[in-house]
């Protein structure tokens, strides 16, 4: 089977990104067996470059390779109290909040990074991101699709606005779909077994990390039951990132949290 085999794919597909992806698909279907990585690598690459006669948005502005502790938590507050505690790299992950208190959060939030130059990376909410000029904006499949489809095409404007895009992905065929997009970064999850979120995907394992870090060039976030003893292991599978929430909003001892967390992570840390 050919990739130009594949029904229903054609140059003059009316929607580029669902072309990207259905490439993908076919492009994975030719792969004999997924272990065919260098060929797998190529052939994602290929699915990127493929479409990009069509309009898309990336790439988007590129982010440190080392991002090393990337922490994830739902108000300004939080945000506030790790940056005073040197961390970095920061999402701000904001759930079922009225938009008034919505917008207060992520202005807030971005000003106080913005002060001590540490990345916000706002979830979901783009409009704000733009506005309030976050370093990043991260974004999961459901709400790209909504992306994608939007008449008044907010991913250009995150593109144009020099805004950061982290995409989360969890099968190949997002992964294709995130990879046509070229993002800042890309994050997989959940790696372990996870109390924070609700997914409709099992643990993605060690393994499955190994394979994202061959297929992709961009950045690589992993997020998802990451324990503070399991980082040289996710760091070797080829974590530049770990996105942690329980590990450091949970913890007992918040500051000897970070602590150890930024010692083992070995970088990530504010410098003033
Ligand atoms: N996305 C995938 S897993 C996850 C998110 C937001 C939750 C990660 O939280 P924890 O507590 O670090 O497992
Ligand atoms: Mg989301």
Redo the contacts with the bound molecule.
């Keep these: 089977m050919d990739a130009h085999d594949f029904p229903g794919v054609r140059r003059s597909s009316p929607n580029p990104y669902r072309f990207c992806v259905k490439r993908h698909v076919c492009l994975l279907a030719c792969t004999h067996s997924l272990d065919a990585l260098p060929e797998t690598k190529h052939r994602v690459s290929i699915c990127a470059e493929e479409g990009s006669d069509a309009k898309r948005p990336g790439p988007f502005a590129a982010c440190e390779r080392e991002i090393g502790l990337y922490a994830?938590v739902d108000s300004a507050a939080w945000v506030q109290r790790l940056l005073d505690l040197g961390v970095r790299d920061i999402q701000l992950?904001i759930k079922d909040r009225p938009a008034g208190e919505l917008d207060k959060e992520v202005r807030e939030a971005a000003e106080s990074c913005r002060k001590v130059q540490a990345r916000l990376w706002v979830n979901d909410y783009w409009e704000l991101a733009l506005r309030y000029q976050t370093y990043g904006l991260h974004i999961g499949q459901e709400d790209l699709e909504g992306l994608l489809t939007a008449p008044d095409q907010p991913l250009t404007a995150i593109q144009r606005g020099g805004v950061r895009l982290g995409i989360?992905t969890h099968t190949f065929t997002e992964l294709g779909r995130a990879v046509a997009l070229r993002p800042s970064y890309i994050s997989l999850?959940?790696i372990f077994p996870?109390?924070?979120?609700k997914?409709n995907f099992g643990p993605q394992g060690l393994a499955r990390l190994k394979q994202w870090r061959r297929l992709v060039d961009v950045p690589l976030v992993a997020?998802?039951?990451?324990g503070i003893e399991a980082v040289p292991a996710v760091q070797k599978a080829g974590a530049d990132g770990i996105?942690?929430?329980?590990?450091l909003t949970k913890a007992s001892d918040l500051a000897e949290a970070v602590k150890e967390w930024q010692g083992v992570c070995g970088i990530s840390k504010l410098t003033k």
Excluded at 194 to 197: D, E, L, P, R, Y
Excluded at 223 to 226: D, N, Q, T
């Design positions: 994830c992950r989360s999850g959940p996870t109390a924070s979120k997914i997020i998802g039951g990451i996105c942690v929430i329980s590990a």
